[in-house]
């Protein structure tokens, strides 16, 4: 059974950090592509990055050297690691593989 596990949301202040971690099982994660999504209250899920089997990385605009999307094959394992973050930062956090499945999403939250 394939499965993603998400962790790592939370609260914090306008310029903090976090890192978001994303668990895989079922399949065999080294080959797939990863990719971190978001949905803000109100608004489309987005893509903000996303990672090949080859660790090549793309990001959406709004992200651009602030976050980092990166892997680890032998823990299964893609992270996120958001730097400077912002208000509009704030959002649900999926992970999700190109085999097709998607996590639950953690909440991420930005705010004084």
């Known amino acids: 059974q394939v499965r993603l596990v998400e962790s790592g949301g939370g609260l914090v202040q306008p310029g903090g950090s976090l890192r978001l971690s994303c668990r895989a099982s079922?399949?065999?994660?080294?080959?797939?592509?990863m990719a971190w999504y978001r949905q803000a209250p109100g608004k489309q899920r987005e893509l903000v990055a996303r990672?090949?089997?080859?660790?090549?990385?793309n990001y959406a605009d709004s992200v651009k050297g602030r976050f980092t999307i990166s892997r680890d094959n032998a823990e299964n394992t893609v992270f996120l690691r958001m730097n400077s973050l912002k208000p509009e930062d704030t959002a649900v956090y999926y992970c999700?593989?190109?085999?097709?499945?998607w996590g639950q999403g953690t909440q991420v939250t930005v705010s004084s």
């Open positions: 990672i090949t089997s080859g660790r090549n990385t």
């Open positions: 999700q593989s190109d085999i097709g499945a």
């Open positions: 079922g399949y065999s994660f080294s080959v797939y592509s």
